[in-house]
Nanobody
């Protein structure tokens, strides 16, 4: 069955970096875009970045572009999210997700059908 498992969250000081990973299994990884979203308490789920099945093209939320970098290793069925210069506003639960259909890309969480359990990132000032 489809599984997505995030790792790499934690508690850090403002200005620090973290690298999140998403291990995928149970589907043809090389056919699907994967995205990262985050959700802070009391807020809606927010798109961070997505990367196409080939790994050649990535899309970012405008507010996060430049600090966050998404990449994927199709040989390892893994997607990573490098997060730099973190601030308290980045505190949230971070999720990776698989897009519903092959060979499409989307920023809309409704277009993603499988989600990991999330990994918490807490940034203190």
């Amino acid at each position: 069955q489809v599984q997505l498992e995030e790792a790499g969250g934690g508690s850090v000081q403002a200005g620090s970096s973290l690298r999140l990973s998403c291990a995928a299994s149970g589907f043809t990884f090389t056919s699907y875009s994967i995205a990262w979203f985050r959700q802070a308490p009391g807020k809606e789920r927010e798109f961070i970045a997505s990367i196409k099945w080939s790994g050649t093209i990535a899309y970012y939320a405008d507010s996060l572009k430049g600090r966050f970098t998404i990449s994927r290793d199709n040989a390892k069925n893994m997607v990573t999210l490098q997060m730099d210069t973190l601030g308290p506003e980045d505190t949230a639960n971070y999720y990776c997700a698989k897009v519903r259909e092959p060979f499409i890309n989307s920023r809309d969480p409704e277009q993603y059908d499988y989600w990991g359990q999330g990994t918490q990132v807490t940034v203190s000032s």
